[in-house]
Nanobody
Framework: QVQLVESGGGLVQTGGSLRLSCALS????????MGWFRQAPGKEREFVATISRSGDNTNYTDSVKGRFTISRDNAKNTMYLQMNSLKPEDTAVYYC???????????????????WGQGTQVTVSS
């Protein structure tokens, strides 16, 4: 059974940085397409970033392009989200997601991911 555990959330001032981590256990990490999503209070969960099995294909929602970087270390079974120049509107619970795949593509919709972490809170103060 796949388990995902996020870490790295916290409280940061506007303009600050955080790095989120997502560790996968239970299956070979390199077989999984990965993604980050977030949910702000009163809003629906939204896509943030996605990365392919090998790590050479990535994509981001427009609001985080140039500020956030998704990456993965298949040797450490871990995915990362480096978040720079944070804004109050980035405040949300951030979730990592995983989907087993035989291709090196990416996915943008939450229904394309089977496994989810418990979430980590990111709060950006103004």
């Amino acid at each position: 059974q796949v388990q995902l555990v996020e870490s790295g959330g916290g409280l940061v001032q506007t303009g600050g940085s955080l790095r989120l981590s997502c560790a996968l256990s239970g299956r070979p990490f390199s077989n999984y397409r990965m993604g980050w999503f977030r949910q702000a209070p009163g809003k629906e969960r939204e896509f943030v970033a996605t990365i392919s099995r090998s790590g050479d294909n990535t994509n981001y929602t427009d609001s985080v392009k140039g500020r956030f970087t998704i990456s993965r270390d298949n040797a450490k079974n871990t995915m990362y989200l480096q978040m720079n120049s944070l804004k109050p509107e980035d405040t949300a619970v951030y979730y990592c997601a995983a989907q087993f795949t035989g291709t090196n593509g990416v996915a943008f919709k939450d229904n394309e991911y089977r496994y989810w972490g418990q979430g980590t809170q990111v709060t950006v103060s103004s």
